[in-house]
Structures are given as C-alpha cells and as structure tokens.
C-alpha cells in the first residue's frame, strides 16, 4: 500500500513541482520582491531628481550606510517643534481613531441587523443576505461618491432637515468628520454584517429557552447568552472593517476635507507631491505595523485556532447557496 | 406580545438598514435623469446624462480599458488561484510552505497604498534596468492580478476542502491518468467555485482606484481613474448615468447567477435523493 503510493507521488512529482512553482514564483517576483525594495528605499537617502534615491552600499567610503532618518523624521518635526507633533504622527493617529469609530458604528448598527436576519424565517434568510451583497457586487468608488451628492450643503439631506424645520441654514457635513464617518459606515458595514451573521445563525435557540425557563427576560437573556456567544463573530468583524479602514485612500479623497488627512493619502502625497520616495517608503513600511498588530491581537485571541482572516464577505461571494438546499 | 414586539423591532430595524444601504444606489439612479445639474431637487425627466455619458471619450475610453484589465486579470487570477488553493489544500509539506501561505494570504490585509507603491518601485526598477515595461495596461493587472489572486485562492480553497477526494482516488483505481482525473473529475467539481473566483477578481479589477493610480503611466486611465477624477472635482450627473448602467448590469448578473447556483443546487439535491434511492432497491 505505502509502497504504491510512493509509486504515485513519484509519478506525480513533476507535476507537484510545477503546481507548486508556479503560483510560489509568482508571487516571490510580484509580492516578496516589491516589498524588499520597498523595505530597502525606506533605508536610503533621497536623491536627485533623476535618481530619487542613492544606494545603500556608499561606493566611495565603501562602506554601508544604512539610513534611520526616513523612520525618524516620522516622529520628529524639522523645525525643532515638539517630539511626535508631525503631520505623520497626527494622520496616523487620526486613521486609527476613524477606522476604531468606523467599528464601532458598524458593530452598533450591524449586530442588531445581523441578528434580525438570522432570526429570520430560513426560507427568506438567502434573499436578505444576497441584498446586504448586493452593493457591494456595484462600484465602492461610485457608492462614496453618491454621498457626496448626499451630505452635500444642498444636498438631499440638508434639504431635508430644512423643509422639517430642524435647521434654517445647510448644516456643512461634506468634507468633516461626519462625511467621513458616514462613508465608512456605509462601505465597510456588509463586512461587519456576515460574519456576525454566520455566528449568530448557528446559535442553538434551546440556550435560550433554558435562560428562559431560569427566569431570565428576554433582554437579560440577549446580553448574557447570545451576545458571549457571539463574541467570535463581533471580533471577526471588528478586524474585518478595522483593517481595511485605517489604509483607507478613496473615502477621505472624495469625502474629508484637508483636515481629515489619513496616512494612505499622506504616503501618496510624499511619493507623488514631494517626491520623497525613501520617507514614502518608510511611511508605507510602517503602514503595515497598523495591520500587523491588530492582526497578531486577532491570531492570539484566537488561540492557535488557524482560521483565515478573509472569512468575510469576499471570502463568501455567494452566500444564496446555503440553505436553498 | 414580547413576541411581536420583537418582530416589529426586527422589521424596522432591517427596513432602516436596508434603506441606509440602497439611499446611494436610488439616489443615483433617481438623479441620473434630472434635467438639470441639480440634485436636490428633481427638475424634470430627461436622458441627457445618458447622451453626455456616451459623447464623454474619456469615459468611453476608460470603460474598454478597465474591462480588457479586468477580464484579463479574472483570467489570471482564477487559474493562479486555483493553483494556489491546490497548493495549499493538498500539499502540506514541501519547502517554504508557510512563507508560500502568507504571501497568498498579505494581499488580503495589505492596505492597497502599500501594494500599489512596493509595486511601483518594482515596476521603475526593471523599468529603469531594461527599459521596459511602460506603465500603463500591463502593469496594472499585474498590480490587479495580485489582489485578484489572493481573493481567487480564498474562494477555491473553501471549495476544495469539502471536496471528496475518494472521487479522485476511484478515478486512479479505474486507470486514469493524473491530468485525466483532473480535467475530468476534480475540475468538474469546482468549476462553480472558480467562476465564482474569476467574478470576484473581475469585479475587483474593475473597481479598483488605487492600485490602478500607482501603476499607470501618463495618458493611461481606467474607468474607475476617470470618475476618481471627475468625482473630486465635484458633482457631475454624468457619474450618476454610469452607476445607474453598472447597477442594472450588475443586479441582472447577480440575479442570474444566483437563479444558476439555485437550480445546480436543486439538481445537485435531486441527485442525491435518486442516489439514495437507488442504494434503497439495490
């Protein structure tokens, strides 16, 4: 028997190396390689404009220089103002506070509706989850960009609150905090959604009734049965909507204005504007620390529980399937 | 009574949610044929976005530019992908395999700024070294393709891992060759999930703006590139006239594909029961 089997995997083995090969070297050149550049230009002096970076290895004192100031210059302003107060500092600061507050709104608004669907009678639970997917399946860039239309100072909303009397002058939304807010809500609560709803759908009811029948009222039953239970599920989509929200670029672009500056749009700035590319690498570099953390946060929480991050509605493009059957 | 209340509470709050998450759609769609640049107030019904959206050469041009990146990196992205999914559901040791799971897996979690500029630096590396490749269509779906891949593999690999590989094995016990049982056995079965995965890349392909801002060169925009544009520069009800378009193609696509899955599964759940039966007589 074993030996057969080592008969087979010898036979397969060139196949296996190129199965392998393939989607391995494909991502060493286009994923692994960049990065070590990446990585490397955040360590060299910036240039002239022709070479906008000198290399590592300083040919004439022959020696390797290897360059701090592109991660120092992050926290320490030029002109000798206080250690830390830098536009760098302030975006990454004001990143992490969006994609948090991001969070917590979905989860505030997403839980319950969640929870809603999946107490919903089964035959219709497939329909609901395909119209939470739905926008998402039409263009991101162009559902932010309808609340600009929406928030704006004459815009659908302002009217509305003006022909209800509740304010005689447009109240500025667009380009504040509550565009941004409202944006990111908007795009990031589907990721929030699903796998609240894959936890909350699998919660045995007879836990319930067992609250229940201890004298619990329902609301005391919510808190302390179905929402510990659940507590995977909130964690999940915490990072899910986290970590895609603090790199965000397009949402502050259309919908913040300059004061809501995220760190996305500042390492596109230094690229791109001041053409500082080893202090736009060192930014990107340290961009991922903001995904790292959080995620090494997650990978603990979880234990040693291997599950993939990507359990979330991308990961699920199709949910109708499940219980059509 | 704590009954109803519940329901009438679940009633409302999914009406609210539903809303606040289709107010965008309907609001393009609505504001895409006001007569007027407006849109607060509806002035009137008329097709003059629709007409504009047509004479816009730019957007035209954007539009056959996303969908050759797109279709090109669906392409890619699914056949790269499946490898990937094989990989990691069927070989569990071979040399470098964790650094293999976390390079399909970073692009996920990646910000897309960090990607698009890592992949630009690459780009203007080789570019300055042997003077090609130009910026422009082919290094976007590379940059695509990274993504498309990543996504792609999730998809697959969660097909793939409730696959029974005692079909496979029946195969080769009845003499069939190994690319035999592949292309007759294995991919059969997760054609589904590689559609699926070539949608999704598709998708992301033709939506993305980041990568896409990084990677082209002069001249070169996609669509997504173009409304970027146009959208920071303010309102313009011609972006509505294009969203209203992808709203109806993608809500007949959705519709379709899920009527598709609907009836395999129906026919997959009838196969089963005639199997049941016909274990039943025997």
């Not at chain 2, 996609?222 to 992808?246: E, K």
Request: charged share 15%.
């Amino acid at each position: 028997m074993t030996n057969a089997y080592r008969l087979l995997e010898r036979r397969l083995a060139p196949g296996r190396r190129f199965v392998i090969g393939l989607p391995f070297g494909w991502l060493t050149v286009f994923f692994l390689l960049p990065f070590f550049i990446l990585l490397y230009i955040s360590f060299v002096d910036m240039g002239s404009d022709i070479h906008p970076f000198k290399p590592l290895w300083d040919s004439q004192a022959g020696v390797l220089r290897l360059k701090y100031e592109n991660y120092l210059s992050i926290f320490r302003p030029t002109e000798g103002g206080a250690l830390f107060q830098t536009v760098y500092v302030d975006a990454y600061l004001r990143s992490i506070g969006y994609a948090l507050c991001t969070g917590v709104l979905c989860l505030v608004l997403g839980y319950p509706f969640a929870y809603f669907i999946a107490r919903a009678k089964p035959s219709i639970r497939p329909a609901l989850l395909m119209m939470v997917m739905l926008p998402f399946w039409t263009s991101f860039l162009l559902r932010v960009y309808a609340w600009k239309g929406i928030l704006a100072d004459q815009g659908v909303v302002n009217q509305l609150l003006m022909w209800l009397g509740l304010t005689r002058e447009p109240v500025q939304m667009l380009y504040t905090s509550v565009s941004m807010l409202v944006g990111m809500t908007y795009v990031y609560l589907p990721f929030m959604v699903l796998p609240l709803y894959a936890n909350l759908v699998k919660l045995d009811l007879r836990l319930l009734e067992a609250a229940k029948d201890l004298g619990a009222t329902p609301w005391k039953a919510f808190w302390l049965v179905t929402v510990p239970l659940s507590k995977a599920g909130i964690v999940a989509g915490f990072m899910l909507v986290f970590i895609p929200a603090v790199g965000e670029f397009v949402i502050p672009s259309l919908l913040g204005g300059p004061e809501n500056l995220m760190v996305g749009r500042v390492v596109w700035d230094e690229m791109f504007s001041s053409n500082n590319w080893p202090r736009a690498s060192a930014l990107a570099v340290s961009m991922i620390a903001l995904v790292v953390v959080p995620l090494a946060l997650y990978y603990r929480h979880l234990g040693n529980a291997a599950q993939p991050i990507a359990d979330g509605p991308v990961a699920d493009p199709d949910p109708s399937p499940k219980g059509v059957t | 009574m704590q009954r109803f209340f519940q329901q009438k509470l679940g009633l409302v709050w999914l009406t609210i949610i539903f809303l606040f998450l289709y107010l965008p759609l309907l609001f393009m769609v609505v504001f895409s044929f006001n007569s007027t640049r407006q849109d607060a107030v509806f002035t009137g019904f008329s097709w003059r976005w629709y007409e504009a959206l047509g004479r816009d050469t730019k957007i035209v041009e954007g539009f056959w530019l996303s969908l050759q990146i797109a279709t090109v990196t669906g392409v890619l992205s699914a056949v790269l992908g499946t490898f990937a999914a094989f990989v990691l559901v069927r070989y569990h040791r071979f040399w470098g395999r964790a650094v293999f799971s976390g390079m399909v897996n970073a692009p996920l979690v990646m910000p897309e700024v960090v990607i698009g500029l890592s992949l630009l630096l690459l780009m203007v590396g080789v570019q300055n070294a042997v003077g090609w490749p130009e910026r422009g269509l082919l290094t976007i779906i590379l940059g695509h393709t990274l993504l498309g891949l990543a996504y792609a593999m999730v998809v697959v690999q969660s097909r793939l891992m409730e696959f029974d590989r005692a079909l496979e094995e029946a195969a080769m016990d009845l003499g069939a060759r190994p690319l035999q049982v592949f292309f007759l056995v294995t991919l059969p079965q997760i054609a589904q999930a590689i559609v699926a995965a070539f949608l999704l890349s598709f998708t992301l392909s033709f939506d993305d703006v980041v990568i896409s801002e990084f990677l082209s060169g002069p001249g070169v925009n996609t669509l997504p590139q173009v409304i970027f544009g146009y959208a920071r520069r303010g309102i313009n009800p011609t972006i509505y006239a294009a969203a209203s378009l992808l709203i109806a193609t993608v809500s007949l696509g959705v519709v379709a594909y899920s009527v598709w899955v609907a009836r395999d599964a129906r026919k997959r759940a009838r196969d089963a029961q005639i199997n049941r039966a016909a274990t039943r007589v025997s």
